[in-house]
């Protein structure tokens, strides 16, 4: 099969779609698949160009075994509404034209948070007579709403319906959690044409290790119980929490929370626990997705934490399965939904209520006193690791993309 992608997010951008798409795409590779990823000159989230990418209208590289054509976009930070919608826009009309120069693939397949890459996509497979796949990474823009970037009205109604003008054009849509799916139905979208694939982690690459001792010597982290939010600092995530919670901890010189990513709120993060005197609160730039099992091994308990809104409970973040794969206990700070399901029924942590500080801090307090309980439950993570494969996963789209080429012959 030949497989035409378009997705804003790619490696070296180590953020979840960049990563999801990235690792299925190498098993589609191996499987004999023949893949081209359309994107960007990697920027995200800090809207500043990676080392050795330039912002050109056109240039391909290979990235094991997969063809990648990165276009020419306008930047911005992943902060703010007006700049990032132009990012999108950019976007769309650059890969637009990108995706209709390269050989006449089976497919053309999109992702979203943001959907105007699936705009582009479906609007390639209307120009070039191709069935549109819409993966669907997260129902957005009700998302936008759900952080307070917008208020709801006559610009997110406009998108609503866009939204649902792609949903009801798409050949197939691949959802990444049943919640997702559950929300298009009761829209009025077909359950037939909905697979659910669900978020997971390449497990050869990932493994328990011992602690890299050099990094927690240059990180401050000596004799530290640490537990570790890695990924985007956004207005999704609600860390502020974490700050509140650590101000309950300061009794416990041995206990500290680490954080490492970027995103629109991170800056504000630092001023402020430095206000505060929060020395128990260790912040971390980004750093390379290579160096990412070397991090995960610093980290006594995975913390994986979103904002207080009914939006998140469908969300299932990549960052559970990372966790469990290197034989982490997950401390989950989350509304009740599928995420907390998959960690409660594997038995692989602590499930807590989304921005709660006293139970964040109490449950921080139960890992570090309780190293059996905590031994228990990175035991039963690694073990339910192998059942959210990316391998697997990849084979179910490749499932996903045949039944819509079935449906469109």
């Known amino acids: 099969m030949r497989i035409l992608f378009l997705t804003e997010n790619f490696p070296p951008e180590t953020n979840a779609a960049a990563t999801r798409v990235y690792e299925r795409a190498v098993h589609w590779v191996k499987a004999g698949h023949g893949v081209t990823i359309i994107t960007c000159a990697p920027n995200f989230p800090g809207g500043k160009l990676y ?68 705009i582009a996509g479906w609007a390639v497979g209307a120009v070039r007579r191709l069935p549109f796949v819409f993966e669907l990474g997260d ?147 980004a750093q390379p997705k290579s160096r990412m099992p070397a991090i995960w091994s610093l980290c006594d308990v995975a913390l994986v934490h979103l904002k207080n809104s009914p939006v998140f409970a469908g969300v299932i973040p990549s960052k559970i399965f990372e966790a469990m794969a290197m034989g982490r206990p997950i401390l989950l700070a989350a509304p009740p939904g599928e995420a907390t399901e998959i960690v409660e029924a594997r038995h692989a942590g602590l499930c807590i209520p989304a921005e709660d500080p006293e139970a964040l801090a109490r449950a921080a307090r139960t890992l570090y006193a309780d190293q059996d309980l905590t031994k228990r439950y990175a035991d039963a993570a690694f073990s339910a690791a192998p059942a959210y494969s990316r391998e697997e996963q990849a084979e179910q789209m490749i499932a996903a993309y045949k039944k819509a080429l079935a449906s469109t012959a």
């Open 139 to 285: 129902l957005w823009p009700i998302s936008i709403t759900a952080v307070g970037a917008m208020k709801k009205g006559r610009a997110i109604g406009m998108m609503e319906k866009l939204e649902l003008f792609l949903y009801r054009r798409s050949a197939a849509v691949v959802s990444l959690t049943n919640s997702f799916r559950e929300n298009l139905i009761s829209r009025g979208i077909d359950g037939g044409k909905i697979d659910v694939v669900i978020n997971g982690v390449d497990i050869s690459r990932y493994g328990p290790r011992a602690r890299d001792e050099a990094l927690a010597r240059e990180w401050g982290l000596e004799g530290k119980f640490v537990i570790g939010y890695v990924g985007t600092h956004g207005m999704a995530h609600a860390l502020g929490n974490v700050l509140n919670a650590a101000e309950r901890l300061r009794d416990e010189p041995s206990l500290c929370f680490l954080l490492v990513g970027a995103g629109a709120e991170r800056e504000s993060l630092v001023a402020e626990a430095q206000a505060r005197n929060l020395d128990n609160v260790i912040f971390q730039p």
């Open 51 to 118: 080392e050795g990418y330039r912002n050109r209208w056109y240039q391909t590289e290979d990235m094991d075994g997969i063809r990648v054509v990165r276009v020419k976009t306008y930047i911005a930070a992943n902060q703010g509404v007006a700049r990032r919608v132009l990012d999108f826009l950019s976007f769309m009309v650059t890969g637009f034209f990108a995706a209709l120069r390269q050989p006449r693939p089976d497919l053309v397949t999109a992702t979203s948070p943001q959907f105007f890459a699936a």
